[in-house]
């Protein structure tokens, strides 16, 4: 998803907004002068948090700017990490609506022959709620990477820096290396759902 596609859907991006600290009102679905009002707010802080921590290429900045703000901050640490390496990295993915969860999900599916791409549907996964990025190593030929390796040596290093975010590659049950996302308040995604719906902080 990128920034221009949140506010089609407005139930959800009150929702959103509201996660960040920009709207205070009711989270009906319709878009009024406050949810215009907040919209301008968060672009305004989204500028704000790219002017101090740096832009990057395209595809990262059409990506960091679908998460709330506390996770854009981290991102844009994380990719500055990255530049200092000497290293091509890309968030290639970050907030999804519902809708767009379920349609992952769909893949490989219910008589779909593509292969399956996620085990969560809509409200089941941490980039339903603006607080997840997903990366991409390439190497010097612009190729995306698929190894292991090159992952987890990045990780070592972001980890050892920032206490701030999780790692993929640290689960247990489902080993998602190109995944990093801010630690929640809540370890259980349904008590996180419960927060992002209820207009309460989670991250």
Not at 16 to 35: E, H, Q, R, V
Request: glycine share 10%; hydrophobic share 35%; proline share 3%.
């Amino acid at each position: 998803m990128s920034y221009p596609l949140l506010p089609q859907d407005v139930l959800f991006y009150q929702r959103f907004l509201i996660s960040c600290g920009c709207y205070t009102g009711k989270a009906d679905g319709a878009w009024g002068p406050l949810t215009n009002a907040a919209d301008a707010e968060f672009q305004k802080e989204s500028e704000a948090i790219a002017s101090g921590y740096g832009t990057f290429d395209g595809r990262s900045e059409s990506s960091i700017r679908t998460l709330v703000c506390k996770a854009q901050r981290e991102a844009r640490k994380f990719l500055q990490l990255s530049r200092s390496a000497g290293l091509d990295i890309r968030i290639l993915s970050g907030t999804r609506t519902y809708k767009e969860q379920d349609d992952l999900y769909a893949h490989g599916r219910n008589g779909d022959t593509q292969p399956e791409i996620t085990n969560a549907r809509g409200g089941e996964s941490n980039h339903n709620f603006g607080i997840a990025w997903d990366i991409g190593i390439f190497d010097q030929q612009g190729i995306y990477c698929t190894d292991e390796a090159p992952y987890c040596a990045f990780a070592e290093k972001v980890l050892a820096t920032n206490d701030a975010i999780e790692w993929g590659g640290n689960w247990h049950t489902f080993r998602d290396y190109p995944h990093y996302q801010l630690k929640p308040m809540e370890e259980a995604i349904t008590a996180i759902r419960h927060r992002f719906e209820n207009g309460l902080a989670y991250a």
